[in-house]
Nanobody, 125 residues
């Protein structure tokens, strides 16, 4: 299984970006796809997840109301729409695939089986 993220870049505060995570080697429609981020010197932080088996979405407190996770199963791709970006959103963003995750574990990075290489998002004026 391979996950490839794209869409990162350098933007100004208040701008928007859409990240993509495309999977190959496995059909993801029943899997949980999560987005995590890691800033320099900080621990990996849960951002958002979409649970394929139920369609439910989950968000970290710092992004709720600004970020939206969606999926296109036909394209085996999950998107993270990021609006109203702030400098503190600057980080490497990773997507991850979890298999048969229970709801209580969706925010835990260690529960995910496969990871992408990450894409850099920098928010700066």
């Amino acid at each position: 299984v391979q996950l490839v993220e794209s869409g990162g870049g350098l933007v100004q505060p208040g701008d928007s970006l859409r990240l993509s995570c495309t999977a190959s080697g496995r059909t993801i429609y029943r899997d949980t796809i999560g987005w995590f981020r890691q800033a320099p010197g900080k621990e990996r932080e849960f951002v958002a997840a979409n649970r394929g088996s139920t369609g439910r979405t989950y968000y970290g407190d710092s992004v709720r109301g600004r970020f939206t996770i969606t999926r296109d199963n036909a394209q085996n791709t999950v998107y993270l729409q990021m609006n109203s970006l702030k400098p503190e959103d600057t980080a490497i963003y990773y997507c991850a695939l979890g298999i048969n995750l229970i709801q209580s574990s969706i925010g835990q990075a260690g529960q995910y089986s496969y990871w992408g290489q990450g894409t850099q998002v920098t928010v700066s004026s």
